[in-house]
Nanobody, 116 residues
Framework: QVQLVESGGGSVQAGGSLKLSCAGSGINFRFNDMGWYRQAPGKQRELVASITSVGTTNYADSVKGRLTISRDAALYLQMNSLKAEDTAVYYC?????????????WGQGTQVTVSS
């Protein structure tokens, strides 16, 4: 029943922009703390941006000032001034992440590739 579908990724040059979107079913984004996570090659998945049910946002230092999280019925991540180190698969999820029958749930993610 629960689904998270990320979209909007792609390949861009350093300094470029992308806007990621996350559509959910079985989850009301306004009633949950939501976040964008990313997993780069050889690294653990990390939370890079979050937004609470009341709209408070937080960002990892590595992306502060460049990425902006927002929501309506969907969740978004506006990505500006992209750097090669932003290359990763990006996932949306609740904070903490969803558990379904005791197992973590993650969507497919969307690939962001930034070339120099």
């Amino acid at each position: 029943q629960v689904q998270l579908v990320e979209s909007g990724g792609g390949s861009v040059q350093a300094g470029g922009s992308l806007k990621l979107s996350c559509a959910g079913s079985g989850i009301n984004f306004r009633f949950n703390d939501m976040g964008w996570y990313r997993q780069a090659p050889g690294k653990q998945r990390e939370l890079v941006a979050s937004i609470t049910s009341v709209g408070t946002t937080n960002y990892a230092d590595s992306v502060k000032g460049r990425l902006t999280i927002s929501r309506d019925a969907a969740l978004y991540l506006q990505m500006n001034s992209l750097k090669a180190e932003d290359t990763a698969v990006y996932y949306c999820n609740t904070i903490p992440g969803l558990q379904i029958n005791g197992r973590a749930y993650w969507g497919q993610g969307t690939q962001v590739t930034v070339s120099s």
